[in-house]
């Protein structure tokens, strides 16, 4: 069975400053989707980031980023010049790309705090 | 474009009561995923409907069941409520199986 592991409860990032959030996962399959979203206090969780696992380049959105390391498992992502509005939990999340696998696996979440 | 909503937003229930949540997704979303969200054990996948089917199913106890509507709605029931059903409840859609869920603003569940 998948697994997805986020080791970081809780983080903290210098407004403007740099943060990377961990992510690492279990599976056997070769193909697969991973994800990064954003659930604000209080707000809907909204899809920040993905990325195939096919691909070898790792994807970018505007301030936003993933180092991709499929044979280590690894999918972490890197905000770049925090802003207030950064703060949220953030969930990496597994699909699987195999038909007949529909559903998603997320991890526990990191809590990103940004300090003005 | 209206987003995914999920009816009523908040629910007070005692132990060994039944609830029925509620969940529209976007127009044209065929696929309807539920989660459960608590602060200890993240997101965890209930289930996930498409065109009215079942398509996949989390590792929940039979008390947790749903169903999916022609026009895409979908509905969750949960029977005998335990104090450890207290949560956020999430549902998602999405165009297909494959592509992105946008989510709900989740029902909050609280079971005294």
């Known amino acids: 069975a998948q697994t997805v592991t986020q080791s970081q409860p809780e983080m903290s990032v210098q407004e403007a400053e740099t943060v990377t959030l961990s992510c690492t996962y279990d599976t056997s399959e070769s193909d697969y989707y991973l994800f990064w979203y954003k659930q604000p206090p209080s707000r809907q969780m909204i899809l920040v980031i993905r990325?195939?696992?096919?691909?070898?380049q790792n994807a970018t959105e505007n301030r936003f980023s993933v180092n991709f390391q499929k044979a280590a498992k690894s999918f972490s992502l890197k905000i770049s010049d925090s802003q207030l509005g950064d703060a949220a939990m953030y969930f990496c999340a597994y699909r699987s790309a195999t038909s007949g696998t529909y559903k998603y696996i997320f991890g526990t979440g990191t809590r990103l705090k940004v300090l003005a | 474009k209206a987003g995914v909503t999920q009816t009523p937003r908040y629910l007070i229930k005692t132990r060994g009561q039944q609830v029925t949540l509620s969940c529209s997704p976007i127009s044209g979303h065929r696929s309807v995923s539920w989660y459960q969200q608590t602060p200890g054990q993240g997101l965890q996948f209930l289930f996930e409907y498409f065109s009215e089917t079942q398509r996949n199913k989390g590792n929940f106890p039979g008390r947790f069941s749903g169903r999916q509507f022609s026009n895409s709605r979908s509905e969750m029931n949960v029977s005998t409520l335990e104090l450890g059903d207290s949560a956020l409840y999430l549902c998602?859609?999405?165009?297909?199986?494959?592509?992105?869920?946008?989510f709900g603003p989740g029902t909050r569940l609280t079971v005294l």
């Open positions: 990325q195939e696992a096919y691909k070898q």
């Open positions: 998602a859609s999405s165009r297909g199986s494959y592509n992105e869920q946008f």
